[in-house]
């Protein structure tokens, strides 16, 4: 722990020296700015040029010893001779004309530093490989001493991961290569691994070189993205985009506090908000906070409660969906296809441990009774769950195993990330993540393959603009029926966000084609209302003969 908070505290000081030191040099403005970066320049490729010559050299020791011990021997003959004329061209030349080899390396190394130093890598790890492959397990000794390994027949090189394509030996299964994996990994000091199977018998080791995946800022979401099928939700660490399949799946999401559990839940609703405008997607929101989460894009949301009797309504209602899809699914289909009129639910819950654990007793087993039907009958028929929650013990998440799709943010230990992955925990060891890192989790699947990723960050004006643009067909109203004080928030901050965007508070924006807001010309000031003249008191009506 204080390891990793050394670790934290040397990475933000090397970090603040060096933009400091390059604000001071090269991100100066003006002439000594460009100079500075001139200057950068140079000295760089004239320090790869000096590395590939050197490396060339070193590689070819002997040959370069014997081409210098030559050159210098034939200056030191002229010399000692004392002969008349020019005693350096020869030797030089004859220098130069030998080493050219190595002066082109340098120079490609000078011309194209990167493709230079992939290459080198590349090199490197089949020289090892080798050696690496019998200390991990993989070869196979024959009697004359001679150990066989496993074919290396590609290297391919992924932003932040080098992939090696390995072929298994006779008599070896992918289950030999997917076991000697993590040993591989550690061998070539990479920062983690996966795999992937290209063929029979054929493997896609990928070693990451990146310990770290870098934080990015979601933007606003686009309706041919909004597919719950593959919804794209942040990076990954070689860089790709990270898909998260919403439709079918039920999802937990643990992470300690500040462990970024926000992020996954507006990456889910706000990247589907787009859907949900048009009636292809349905969310029911459950945020027992309060509402502090989930307010901010309240109009997002078809139903929503903030305080637990209102939850069991909407527990309740998404059953009654449920039991008529079943009428209308059975023995026409296994799996519900969203339409307009019949969209795709997706219940989301901030915090389920304040329904499941910290309610009282009576609706704590009401709300278990509603989700475990839900959990076990729902993803077929439409009707997913998103579950975020800070503690997975068994008290609050005792439902675990009926999520299929775990993500793991960073955990407080390895007994929970034990609790949350289970067996998926050795390759997806969460309570590593950084706190350094929020958002970044372990993205473990339906087949319990896992997956490193980082969430994209929603921050509160993002959401705001998302809830003003995409609002749901019949948005949720305030839990309470009346306008209450956080009702008076949102309305204010989605007026405040309007205002700066230029549009107007009805959500026309959002419905025209482009999603662009338009700026609309403020209306004059109504003038105020005459007061009404008091009505004159009506006669009381006759009394009716039954009343008498
Ligand atoms: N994907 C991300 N990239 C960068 N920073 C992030 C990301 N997600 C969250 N953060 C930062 O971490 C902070 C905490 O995030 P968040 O509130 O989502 O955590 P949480 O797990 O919901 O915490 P709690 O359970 O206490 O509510 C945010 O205020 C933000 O500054």
């Not at 590939?52 to 070819?60: D, E, I, Q, R, Y």
């Not at 019949?474 to 009702?487: C, E, M």
Request: charged fraction near 20%; hydrophobic fraction near 45%.
């Amino acid at each position: 722990m204080d390891l990793d908070r050394l670790r934290v505290a040397l990475h933000a000081r090397v970090k603040t020296t060096r933009a400091r030191l390059g604000a001071a040099t090269v991100g100066r403005p003006g002439w000594s700015g460009k100079t500075w970066r001139v200057a950068a320049w140079i000295t760089y490729r004239v320090w790869m040029f000096t590395r590939g010559l050197t490396v060339w050299m070193a590689k070819h020791a002997l040959f370069t010893l014997a081409v210098v011990t030559v050159s210098f021997g034939w200056w030191g003959i002229l010399t000692l001779a004392d002969l008349p004329g020019d005693r350096i061209t020869g030797p030089v030349l004859l220098a130069l004309v030998f080493l050219s080899p190595g002066l082109f390396h340098g120079l490609w190394a000078a011309i194209t530093p990167h493709g230079y130093l992939v290459r080198m890598h590349g090199r490197k790890v089949v020289a090892a490989w080798p050696k690496v492959a019998a200390a991990c397990g993989i070869g196979d000794r024959q009697p004359g001493g001679e150990v066989l390994v496993p074919k290396l027949s590609k290297i391919r090189y992924e932003t932040g991961a080098t992939v090696l394509r390995i072929h298994t030996m006779p008599g070896q299964t992918l289950d030999t290569l997917h076991r000697a994996a993590p040993a591989i990994t550690t061998t070539y000091k990479a920062h983690g691994f996966s795999t992937t199977t290209v063929k029979p018998g054929v493997l896609d080791l990928r070693l990451f070189t990146a310990a770290r995946i870098p934080g990015a800022v979601a933007g606003l979401p686009l309706l041919e993205a909004a597919t719950p099928d593959g919804l794209i939700v942040g990076r990954t660490r070689s860089g790709g985009v990270a898909q998260l399949v919403v439709r079918g799946r039920h999802t937990l999401v643990v992470g300690a506090t500040g462990a970024g559990k926000g992020s996954a839940l507006w990456s889910v609703v706000g990247g589907l908000a787009p859907a949900a405008h048009t009636g292809l997607v349905e969310f029911s929101g459950l945020d027992l906070k309060g509402g502090i989460e989930l307010e901010m894009g309240r109009s997002l949301f078809t139903r929503i409660a903030y305080e637990s009797t209102d939850s069991l309504r909407v527990l309740r209602e998404l059953g009654s969906i449920m039991n008529q899809r079943k009428e209308t699914m059975r023995g026409k289909s296994r799996l519900h296809e969203p339409r307009l009129g019949d969209p795709l639910h997706v219940l989301v819950i901030d915090e389920l441990a304040d329904l499941m654990a910290y309610s009282d007793f009576e609706t704590r087993r009401e709300a278990d009774r509603l989700m475990s039907k839900l959990l076990t009958q729902g993803r077929a028929l439409g009707i997913c769950v998103l579950s975020c929650v800070q503690n997975p013990r068994q008290e609050a998440v005792g439902q675990r195993n009926l999520y299929p799709q775990k993500i793991a943010l960073r955990l407080d230990s390895d007994i929970e990330t034990d609790m949350v992955l289970g067996p998926a925990m050795a390759l997806a060891p969460a309570h590593t993540i950084l706190k350094a890192d929020p958002g970044t989790a372990y993205l473990v699947r339906e087949d319990g393959s896992p997956e490193l990723m980082r969430f994209d960050y929603w921050p509160d004006d993002l959401i705001r603009d998302v809830a003003l643009r995409f609002a749901a067909p019949r948005p949720a109203r305030a839990p309470s029926g009346a306008l209450s004080a956080s009702d008076a928030d949102a309305v204010n901050a989605w007026t405040a966000a309007a205002t700066r965007r230029g549009v107007s508070n009805d959500n026309t924006a959002a419905k025209s084609e482009d999603n662009t807001a338009t700026p609309r010309k403020p209306r004059k000031p109504r003038a105020p209302r005459k007061p009404r003249a008091p009505r004159a008191s009506r006669p009381a009506p006759a009394a009716s003969a039954e009343e008498v």
